[in-house]
Structures are given as structure tokens and as C-alpha cells.
């Protein structure tokens, strides 16, 4: 009672209505915090709730594309970070932005970005070696080797032992038909770090090259054993198996992936057309209808349905 007469007497002052910038703070705080525990659909939530209270809130913007970037939703966190670049443009989030158009293969705007991040990038940043390392890579695929080799060498000089910007001067060399380099610079990655995925597979590559199949396919087999999930590597698996008419450890392998794995089509056809080369018809017909429940409309999948119901007579 005498807690009320207070009150009402103007005596007890209640807490201030936190400011809109104040409530986004503590939003963020509690974002940030399921962010480290990795829940990021959940931070996502809350980093929505900032936004709905402030549309320009930079740091919700940023945080929003990076969880969405770890969820492998590329298409949102593309939009949040080109929303970002409108509003607050740093070398970090030009950075990123580069990294998203370029795992969807739009070279020519991760070179762009990447070069405007450049620009605003001070000698010293610890981002200079992946950017010029980055840059060689879009240059490489957009065709301009000589810009790419200008910019791996940059990045060479700021670390001299990376196994990563080994594997790219490898790629660059292999694409020059230079596969002396090329494997050089590949055996200089897995001297590096003997599990580097992609390092081995550059060297079974230029083994192939060699025509020393035993060789091609020993290193290849290092490169799964670094990585059992390393997509590109079981793909030349089994592609070099259906042109060697060895087909029994890419099948093994390959099963192996999909099994935990269940809905990657392009590795199920593959699997299927091992299984189908090898003569095992009734497992054929089990990976094609899996592919087929997955995308009735898949053209290799309905092709290799065609070749089963031929095998079957």
C-alpha cells in the first residue's frame, strides 16, 4: 500500500522508454551473441525485428547477409549486401559482396567490386593478400591470364606460403599448357598442406595429362581421402572410370557421398551411369528413380531411364 501511495504521490519515477537506437542496440547485442553460438536463422529473427525499426541500420544489414551467407542462402545475402553497398561502402563489405557474385559465377562484377575494394584498401590491410589472390582468380576465369599472373604475384610477395595461391598458380599454368609449372606449383601446395583437396586433384589432373593413369587416379584418391565430400574430385572420378571401364571404387565412392547425400542430382546420374556401365541394372534403376522423385523433368536422368528400359530388353 505505501509502495502505491508513492506512486501515486509522483514519488516512485518509472525507467525512461528506451529510444529507438537504444532498443536497436540491445537487439543487436542479443543477435550477435546467437550469431557466436551459430543459430543464425534466429539471429535472423531478431535482426529483423531492427530492421522493422530502422530499414537503414547498417550493422543489422551487414549481420542479416553474413547469416545469410552461412545458411548457403546466396540470393538473400546477395541482396543484403548490395543493399549494404548503398548505404555504407568499407573494403570488408565490398570484399564479401565480390565473394557472393562470384560463387554465382558473375566474374565480371566480383572483379569490379573487388576492385573498388582495392581502392579503398590501406598497404597494410590484412585483406590485401586476398583480395590480389581473389582477383586473379575472376581475371582467370574471365579469360585475362596476364592480369591474373600480375595479381598472384602481388599476393605472392604478401604470403609466399599459401597452399591456396599454389593451387591457383597451378590452375593458371594448366590453362596456359604449361603443365610442367602447373604441377610445380600443385606438388608445392600438398608440400604445403598434405590436405589440400584441390591441390591433389591439380596433380592427378596433370598426371592424366601425362597419360600416367595409375598416377591420375592414385592422386585423385588423396584428394577424396583429404575430402570424401570434394564434389569436383568424385566427379572426374567417375568420368575417368567410364572412359577406363574401372568402375567398381568410383561407384563405391560415389555411393558412399550420396548415401549421406541424398539429393545431389548431377552425382545420382553419374552413379546411375556407372552403375549401368558396370551392367547393375536393378541398382541403376534405383539411382534413376530417386533422380526422377527429386526432378521428373531432369533431362539426363529421363535419357538414362531410356538406356535401362533398353538394357532390360
Sequence with gaps: ??????????????P????????????????????????????????GEIL???????????????????????????????QLNLRSVTDQDLFELGELYYDRQQFQKAKDVWLDALGQTHSESPRLFDLHRCLGNAYLHLGDTESAEENYNKALVIRSQSDALMVNFG???????????ALHYYKR?????????????GV??????AHDLEWSRSALLRSLDSNAS?????????????????????????QGYCSENTTHVELLNLLTELLLARGSIFEAELENSRVLILDSSNADAQR?????????G
Excluded at 500500500?1 to 518509472?14: C, I, T
Excluded at 530499414?55 to 545458411?71: E, L, S, T
Excluded at 590452375?171 to 609449372?181: S, V, W
Excluded at 592427378?204 to 595429362?209: E, P
Aim: glycine share 4%; charged share 30%; with cysteine.
Design 52 to 82: 522493422r525499426l530502422n530499414p537503414n541500420h547498417v550493422q543489422a544489414i551487414r549481420w542479416m547477409g553474413w547469416c545469410f551467407k552461412q545458411d548457403k542462402d546466396l540470393d538473400n545475402a546477395l541482396k543484403c549486401y548490395e
Design 204 to 209: 592427378a589432373i596433370v598426371a592424366r595429362q
Design 16 to 47: 525512461p522508454i528506451p529510444t529507438v537506437n537504444q532498443r536497436s542496440e540491445d537487439l543487436l547485442r542479443n543477435a550477435l551473441l546467437l550469431v557466436d553460438a551459430g543459430e543464425y536463422r534466429l539471429a535472423r529473427g531478431i535482426l
Design 171 to 181: 590452375t593458371l599454368y594448366f590453362q596456359l599448357n604449361e603443365f610442367n609449372k
Design 230 to 254: 570434394h564434389t569436383p574430385a568424385l566427379k572426374l572420378l567417375g568420368q575417368w572410370a567410364l572412359e577406363d571401364c574401372v568402375w567398381d571404387l568410383a561407384i563405391e565412392r560415389i
Design 304 to 312: 538414362l531411364k531410356r538406356e535401362i528400359i533398353k538394357k532390360r
Design 1 to 14: 500500500m505505501e509502495a502505491m501511495h508513492d506512486f501515486s504521490q509522483g514519488r516512485v519515477k518509472l
Design 189 to 201: 601446395a600438398v608440400e604445403l598442406n598434405p590436405f589440400n583437396e584441390r591441390a591433389w586433384m
